[in-house]
């Protein structure tokens, strides 16, 4: 079975502070792992995926992740936080065995402080 | 390039009802899901639909259905309306299944009274 756990439902950063949202997942089989990022009364953006190849994964708007197979995790990071960050963030797995299935995180909402 | 749109922007509906939600997919991407995003809460999967087959389908009852069509746009039906089926239903399209990129429409607020 699969799970997404995204430790803090908010984290607050002051602008140019260093961003860090953890996730941890759970799959029995190899994950695909994504970062999703949704604004006020908008639909998801993705800002990065991990399929296979390279484990540090860039994003757009600055964005980062590396996935950590000995720690389940898949971490995204920001070296410096900007006021147009302020969103919900969210980690997601998928796998196409057995069908397909994509399982999301609750959500990090990511508050930025002038 | 059109992106995925969603009607209706919001719905009020009584328990019991039925609803239909519609999605247009994104120009030339084959594939739909649908997710129901709760109040304070991450989206959860409903199902996929690939080249007009489910392909996919998350811990939802069968009260929920989809249908996809040959251009791609897609449909989520929900039969006997319930209070908790109260969410933003999300519609996302991709280009052959499941590890591209799925581009979300902007949402339909449904509120079951």
């Known amino acids: 079975a699969q799970s997404v756990t995204q430790l803090g439902s908010h984290v607050s950063v002051s602008e140019g502070a260093l961003v860090l949202l953890r996730c941890n997942y759970s799959?029995?089989?190899?994950?695909?792992l994504f970062w999703y990022v949704q604004y006020p009364n908008q639909g998801l953006q993705l800002l990065l995926k991990y399929t296979t190849g390279a484990t540090l994964v860039k994003g757009i708007n600055g964005f980062e992740a590396e996935f950590k197979k000995s720690e389940t995790s898949f971490h995204l990071t920001k070296p410096s936080a900007h006021m147009s960050d302020a969103a919900e963030y969210f980690c997601a797995v998928s796998r196409n065995t057995g069908g397909f299935k994509t399982i999301f995180g609750a959500g990090t909402r990511l508050f930025v402080k002038a | 390039e059109t992106g995925v749109t969603q009607s209706p922007t919001h719905l009020i509906k009584t328990r019991g009802q039925q609803v239909t939600l519609r999605c247009s997919s994104q120009?030339?991407?084959?594939?739909v899901s649908w997710y129901q995003q709760a109040l304070g809460q991450g989206p959860q999967f409903i199902f996929q639909y690939y080249r007009e087959e489910e392909n996919g389908r998350g811990n939802f009852p069968p009260r929920f259905s989809g249908l996809q069509f040959p251009n791609y746009s897609s449909e989520l039906n929900v039969n006997a309306l319930e209070l908790d089926d109260s969410a933003l239903y999300l519609c996302a399209s991709s280009l052959e299944k499941s590890y591209n990129e799925q581009f979300f429409g902007p949402g339909t607020r449904l509120t079951v009274l």
């Open positions: 799959s029995s089989v190899p994950p695909y």
């Open positions: 120009s030339g991407h084959n594939t």
